[in-house]
């Protein structure tokens, strides 16, 4: 009984002074005490042969050594893992992962994606143009005839006597026109640029989308049936619309339309400054000089052209009452509108 005592605390010691410094160290470790073929295994195959009344002495000991065996296996164990997460080059890999940033898509982009969307299926085609233009296709060409003062209307930003910014979309519809013979559909959405005070209102560029159809036949009645059905898609299908005569050089006759406040349902609220109205758009009929100026018999082809403001539309939709937040890129700002 002595001796067993004796090869027991050495086992005792043995336990604390394998060496270990790695994994598959580790496993070796474990095997070599609890394996089947193991030290302590074989100490508990013989238990039997030990007097019936020291059995369950030796018993006890040899299972505080097992313990002591599974005790530094754990231990050693969580050491492994701890050194092998610091030289993991993407860190500690049990810890919970950082959620990533997903980015919005800004709140005019999500109104101009809408307004393309309803016209393409209408069957406009989408055109372009460039934002820097020459005075030719902003201004003459749309019949602003030289030192007219209706170019006043518009507050342009110049690069030199002839090239501009352009200050709105109309410029498109004439480089469409010059390009195809009718019929032509199309929408022009796109940047333009004016030197206006900036306020609330107000901003030294803004969108449009352009609208224009030329074939034989086209009417206003076709016009207001297509901003009208226009209106019913944006603002829900209790939107109407009406027109209030106006004046542009290149439309005649010329109106602006607006749009029932879909706010206050019409009976009057700080949007529509209690009018129960906003205006959304500039249009008419083509007026025969720019047919003239790119090339179009005006005798057989009429047409119709619009310019609806995107900023407008967008701050009726989200109710913002100050166009300069689209510009600002305030995150606080552009995180309340998640992609839609
Ligand atoms: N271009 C005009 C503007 O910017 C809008 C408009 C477009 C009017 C087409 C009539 C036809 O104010």
Same mark, same amino acid.
């Not at 000991?61 to 050491?79: D, I, M, S, W």
């Given at each position: 009984m002595e001796l067993l005592a004796a090869h027991l605390q050495e !086992? *005792? =010691?043995?336990?604390?002074?394998?060496?270990v410094s790695?994994?598959? =160290?580790? =496993?070796?470790?474990? *095997?070599?005490?609890?394996?089947?073929?193991?030290? !302590?295994?074989?100490?508990f195959d013989r238990l039997p042969e030990l007097p019936r009344e020291e059995r369950a002495r030796w018993g006890r000991?040899?299972?505080?050594?097992?313990?002591?065996? !599974?005790?530094?296996? =754990?231990?050693?164990?969580?050491?492994i893992e701890a050194r092998e997460a610091q030289q993991s080059p993407i860190g500690d890999l049990s810890l919970p992962g950082r959620r990533p940033f997903v980015g919005g898509v800004h709140p005019l982009t999500q109104t101009l994606r809408t307004i393309v969307r309803i016209f393409t299926r209408m069957g406009f085609a989408v055109a372009e143009g460039p934002e820097i233009?020459?005075?030719?296709?902003?201004?003459? *060409?749309?019949?602003?005839?030289?030192?007219?003062?209706?170019?006043?209307?518009?507050?342009?930003?110049?690069v030199d006597s002839e090239v501009l910014l352009r200050t709105h979309t109309s410029p498109v519809q004439v480089r469409v026109m010059e390009r195809k013979p009718p019929p032509i559909r199309i929408i022009a959405p796109g940047r333009v640029y004016r030197n206006e005070t900036i306020s609330a209102r107000s901003y030294c560029l803004f969108h449009q989308v352009e609208g224009l159809y030329v074939d034989e036949g086209v009417t206003m009645a076709d016009?207001?049936?297509?901003?009208?059905?226009?209106?019913r898609h944006m603002f829900g299908p209790s939107a109407r619309i009406r027109l209030r005569t106006s004046f542009f050089p290149f439309t005649e006759p010329s109106a602006e339309v607006d749009v029932s406040c879909f706010l206050c349902g019409g009976t009057g609220c700080r949007v529509c400054k209690g009018s129960g109205w906003v205006e959304i758009l500039g249009c008419g009929m083509v007026d025969p000089n720019v047919f003239e100026a790119v090339g179009i018999d005006p005798e057989r082809y009429t047409g119709y052209a619009f310019g609806l403001g995107v900023e407008r539309i967008a701050m009726l939709r989200y109710q913002i009452d100050d166009i300069r937040l689209f510009y600002e890129n305030d995150l606080r700002f552009l995180r309340q509108f998640p992609i839609s």
């Open positions: !086992l *005792a =010691e043995q336990i604390e002074a394998y060496p790695s994994r598959s =160290e580790l =496993e070796q470790f474990k *095997a070599y005490f609890l394996g089947r073929k193991g030290v !302590l295994s074989a100490y000991q040899l299972n505080a050594l097992k313990e002591a065996v !599974l005790a530094r296996y =754990e231990r050693l164990r969580a050491e233009e020459t005075d030719w296709y902003n201004f003459t *060409a749309l019949n602003f005839p030289p030192e007219h003062p209706a170019r006043d209307m518009q507050d342009t930003l110049f016009l207001v049936q297509t901003l009208q059905v226009f209106a």
